[in-house]
């Protein structure tokens, strides 16, 4: 030993933050093992990047390492490291206060406000991510000496207020601090922190990919009930993501992304990307073959997981990928990045956006390039992901044009394979303007609804959308490629253009307008209760009518999702669309002329009524009334 024991105060807001860091803060108290081999890391970097500047710094490089050891009669836990180490100064001034650290304004605020809240705002330091030792430990002693310096210096601390600090001979350069173990209490959250399990089960999960070796002496027994002291590596260093893409298997790629997933596939699509600059970091994204089981869950986990300098943050790190991308699975590895004090949160910043919209950038690039090479592999990832790909439509304006190109969607051009929006309009009729659908619960249902009959006639291709999130995004997005989203169950649909076609066909629709004065706005106060209006139809061929929307209507399917999700919308009243040349109709205008007050009139309104709604797979207001009109009028025709 050197000089006499100093005994300082903790500054009173770096007393504050260790009531905070030992009662409040953290929420798994294992991380603080973490913590001490990051700063053990950090050490063993500046070391290295300084003998690189110093070429007279007396320095061993040759094995930079960490060191657990345990000493479960004395009941410590020591973490040791060969780096840089630390100065008197150095000590005093990163654990003794958090000058510098910007969070005593920040301390005091708390102070003010007593929201606790408030403490996961703090930003982490050296000296901050030290406190959390004490989250373990009734005392701390840390004992190091700083490269280039003869003099080591050993401090002390229980945590409550109060610091020893002296001078210590002999100590080689680095850092070692030694935890005084609390007992194991499983309520409070305290593990035996002694156990060689424990201590294994920590490093890999935090600390695997430091680049530096993690060693452990343990002790093994032979089959001859020998006892020899061995000592491993705990951690692989093996960071994938750090390493250059041509010096990586696909083997090793598929081990990686496996671990991380558990899944027992092989990924669909590596990406593996480097971005350098004011803001560095290493992703490594997988697109899964498949979905897994949850994607649909609202309980189910998402995001990629956050490294920071190789040390493990979080496994879910929502803030970097949007809910549309749940899918993908992966390490984003950031250089510098805010985080709160526990590094638990990540910090709402300028970067954390940044990083997020070049990995959705990324992600879309890699699909479109899928479907651009091998549109059969593109069409199997769709089948997996391409409803959620589609929620990205409601949820991220900035890549809508991105989305909408990958959008692959049933239609009536080939009843096997999906056409892209781009295929869709490569092949548009001459003067067509819009981009036609029609949603539904089935193809089925969609192909045979009596929208389609026109259509079908004159040769125009339908997308046909079935997934409950294309009742949404269609009303979202205004057009693609210059040409509008138009469905074709709302509106009016005249596919002879503006001009009504031939003067021939323009004679014949005034004549039937003129023959249907009388029976449409009889019709349409018949059945006020139940349509907004009665009208002919150009969208008909063979059926007798059908119900339509305004053009800024909701869809009943839609007003049905809304009710379904607990919200109150107001009931929309459609159209009642009448095709004139159907033999039904015909016949009810002719019987409406020869006898407009006959009461069967209405009752056979209700039942053309009913019939449209049933014949797009719609639901009947009465379904009861409807069976019993029916079945009277089929007896009467007996």
């Known amino acids: 030993m050197g000089s006499t024991v100093e005994t300082l105060e903790f500054q009173a807001e770096t007393r504050q933050l260790l009531r905070l860091v030992i009662h409040s803060i953290y929420s798994n108290k294992d991380i603080f093992l973490r913590e001490l081999i ?11 990047l300084e003998s690189l500047i110093d070429s007279g710094l007396d320095a061993d490089t040759s094995d930079l390492h960490i060191t657990l050891e345990t000493d479960p009669e004395a ?18 001034e990163l654990i003794g206060t958090i000058a510098k650290s910007g969070t005593a304004g920040l301390l005091e605020k708390i102070k003010e406000t007593e929201d606790a809240a408030a403490a996961q705002s703090l930003i982490g330091q050296f000296g901050v991510g030290f406190y959390s030792a004490f989250m373990v430990a009734d005392r701390v002693t840390l004992r190091t000496r700083r490269a280039g310096t003869e003099a080591g210096t050993q401090w002390e601390s229980d945590g409550e207020g109060t610091y020893e600090i002296q001078a210590v001979d002999g100590l080689p350069v680095g850092t070692s601090v030694t935890l005084h173990l609390k007992p194991a209490d499983g309520e409070d959250g305290l593990a035996d922190y002694l156990a060689d399990w424990k201590i294994r089960q920590i490093v890999k999960q935090y600390s695997d990919f430091i ?17 020899t002291r061995q000592v491993d590596t705990l951690n692989s260093m093996k960071a994938l993501w750090a390493r250059p893409r041509s010096e990586v298997t696909e083997a090793e790629y598929t081990e990686f992304y496996q671990q991380i997933s558990h899944d027992w596939l092989a990924p669909a699509e590596t990406i593996h990307m480097r971005a350098e600059g004011t803001f560095e970091y290493e992703a490594l994204l997988f697109i899964p073959s498949q979905a897994p089981f949850d994607l649909f869950s609202r309980d189910a986990k998402r995001g990629v997981q956050l490294y920071v300098k190789r040390v493990f943050i979080m496994d879910d790190c929502e803030a970097l990928m949007p809910d549309y991308l749940r899918f993908v699975k992966g390490v984003v590895d950031a250089h510098d990045l805010s985080l709160n004090i526990s590094r638990e949160i990540l910090q709402q910043d300028r970067q954390i956006r940044g990083v997020r919209r070049r990995l959705v950038k990324k992600v879309l690039g890699a699909l479109k390039d899928i479907q651009a090479k091998d549109s059969e592999r593109y069409l ?23 989305l909408l190109e990958l959008v692959s969607a049933a239609s009536t051009h080939d009843a096997e394979r999906p056409t892209t929006l781009r295929e869709y309009v490569g092949r548009m009729k001459e003067g067509q303007e ?4 029609l ?10 609804s009596p929208h389609m009959e026109a259509f079908a006639a004159k040769g125009y291709e339908v997308l046909i959308l079935t997934d409950p999130v294309d009742e949404v995004w269609v009303e ?13 169950a709302k509106g009016q649909v005249d596919l002879d253009g503006p001009d009504g076609g031939d003067e021939e066909a323009g004679a014949e629709k005034a004549k039937r307008e003129q023959e249907f004065a009388a029976l449409l706005p ?48 107001p009931p929309v009243k459609r159209i009642l669309e009448l095709n004139p040349a159907h033999p039904l109709i015909t016949g009810l205008r002719a019987a409406h002329e020869a006898d407009p007050g006959n009461p069967a009139l209405a009752e056979i309104a209700e039942l053309v009524h009913g019939g449209a709604l049933l014949a797009e797979g719609g639901d009947l207001p009465d379904p009861a009334r409807f069976t019993r009109l029916l079945t009277e009028r089929l007896a009467r025709g007996l």
């Not at 819009?434 to 659908?437: D, F, G, L, S, V």
Request: contains cysteine; glycine residues 6%.
């Open 439 to 448: 949603t539904g619960e089935d193809r089925a249902t969609v192909e045979n």
């Open 38 to 48: 990051s700063n053990a890391s950090d050490a063993l970097d500046k070391l290295r």
């Open 75 to 92: 009941r410590t836990l020591t973490v040791r490291d060969n780096g840089i180490g630390m100065s008197r100064e150095d000590i005093v």
């Open 522 to 569: 009889w019709l349409t106060q018949a059945l006020s209760g139940q349509v907004k209006e009665v009208r002919l139809s150009s969208r008909l061929t063979t059926s007798a009518a059908c119900v339509v929307g305004d053009a800024q209507d909701m869809t009943p399917t839609l007003e049905k999702m809304y009710r379904a999700m607990g919200q109150q919308v």
């Open 380 to 402: 199997k990832l769709w089948d997996q992901f391409g409803r959620v790909l589609k929620e990205g439509l409601l949820e991220d304006a900035d890549s809508t044009a991105s």
């Open 476 to 488: 979202r997005v205004p057009d693609f490629d210059g040409h509008r989203l138009q469905s074709i």
């Open 434 to 437: 819009a981009i036609y659908y």
């Open 211 to 227: 680049r530096w070796p993690i060693r452990m002496a343990s002790e093994r027994t032979d089959a001859d009930g020998a006892t």
